[in-house]
């Protein structure tokens, strides 16, 4: 199992950035895959997830209207397209998998930094 982060940068308040992770090693087409972040200090917070069956969105009241999560199954990839950034939004993100029996999976991590 494989997930590889890539997008991440600096931008200024109000910009967006489009993360993205491509999967392998696992049946992503019916697998459920989330997005968390990490700010410096604090804990691994949820951001949000892409449901396998349905293809239901949701998440975190923190970036409700101004992040959307998409799931490509030709590509094996997994988008998080952030729009109107603002400072907190500071913080390494990482795309998350958890497979059967139950284990998790995660990538390395792609640092976003949002500062005028």
């Known amino acids: 199992v494989q997930l590889v982060e890539s997008g991440g940068g600096l931008v200024q308040p109000g910009e967006s950035l489009r993360l993205s992770c491509a999967a392998s090693?696992?049946?992503?087409?019916?697998?459920?895959m989330r997005w968390y972040r990490q700010a410096p200090g604090n804990e691994r917070q949820w951001v949000a997830t892409?449901?396998?069956?349905?293809?239901?969105?949701f998440y975190a009241d923190f970036v409700k209207g101004r992040f959307t999560i998409s799931k490509d199954n030709a590509t094996n990839t997994v988008y998080l397209q952030m729009n109107s950034l603002k400072p907190e939004d500071t913080a390494v993100y990482y795309c998350?998998?958890?497979?059967?029996?139950?284990?998790?999976?995660w990538g390395q991590g792609t640092q976003v930094t949002v500062s005028s």
């Open positions: 998350h998998a958890r497979l059967p029996p139950g284990e998790d999976y």
């Open positions: 090693g696992f049946a992503f087409g019916s697998s459920t």
């Open positions: 892409f449901t396998d069956f349905g293809g239901y969105t």
